[in-house]
């Protein structure tokens, strides 16, 4: 069996090669709209000319065409979510983790961020780093060794003593649709994880594709 650390390796590699050939993708799509004239798509042109029509061309191609493919494969990912369910094995109630400490997450809330609001309805922070280790050691130890520092480590007070939820069918919607990213580090006894190893390819092609249509839409408006 995979060790967990192996497996996000595995998972790092993977997205590389997907994303050089994102970008192969992209970048064919952008020259094909090309004038004869133009340079650079991140070159500065001026208004009216070529290349700024080009420029303009490519902006509405990402948000008209591949933003609208990527959302339709994303819901269609979803959508397939349906057919797998929790298997009520309670890893992800016992060990939920996030970049935001409780003080940046009760900030957030504050500000009206529904995730954070829903989150803090559900999770309490681990008192120490040492604690949550004793729960799922090997995730801890995979953060270490990938010097991964803004993690913050949270567990539910609802779990009985059997480690099993003591409310599961009122469970909120948080709890209810998890995972909604195929992207995220599943345990084995997940029953949602055969649904992550199937679409996983195609979910990291797709989030390579949003990075890179951020980086044309931030270099392109930089260089106008
Ligand atoms: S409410 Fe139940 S399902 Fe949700 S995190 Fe807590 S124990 Fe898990
Ligand atoms: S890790 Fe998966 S199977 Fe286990 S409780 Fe969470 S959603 Fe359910």
């Not at 004239?37 to 008209?64: A, H």
């Not at 065409?65 to 992800?92: H, N, P, T």
């Not at 008192?127 to 270490?144: T, W």
Request: glycine share 2%; hydrophobic share 30%.
């Amino acid at each position: 069996m995979e060790d967990l650390s192996s497996s996000v390796e595995n998972l790092r590699h993977k997205y590389r090669e997907i994303f050089k050939t994102s970008v192969e993708e992209i970048k064919k799509r952008v020259e094909a709209l090309k004038p004869v004239d133009c340079g650079d798509i991140f070159d500065s042109y001026p208004e009216n000319s070529n290349g700024r029509i080009w420029q303009k061309t490519v902006l509405k191609m990402f948000d008209e065409d591949i933003s609208k493919e990527i959302y339709r494969k994303w819901s269609e990912i979803l959508q397939y979510r349906k057919e797998f369910s929790c298997k009520g094995c309670a890893v992800c109630c016992n060990l939920a983790c996030s970049e935001f400490s409780p003080d940046e997450l009760k900030e957030k809330a504050k500000n009206s961020d529904n995730f954070a609001t829903q989150f803090l309805s559900v999770f309490v922070p681990y008192k120490s780093k040492d604690e949550a280790k004793k729960v799922y050691p090997e995730y801890i130890e995979m953060l270490e060794k990938n010097k991964e520092e803004n993690v913050y480590f949270y567990h539910c007070p609802k779990l009985n003593e059997n480690k099993r939820c003591s409310d599961y069918e009122n469970r909120p919607k948080i709890c209810r649709d998890f995972p909604d990213n195929p992207l995220a580090i599943l345990p084995e006894t997940c029953g949602f994880y055969p649904w992550k190893q199937e679409v996983e390819p195609v979910a990291l092609m797709l989030h390579s594709m949003l990075e890179i249509i951020e980086y044309y839409k931030e270099h392109i408006n930089a260089g106008t």
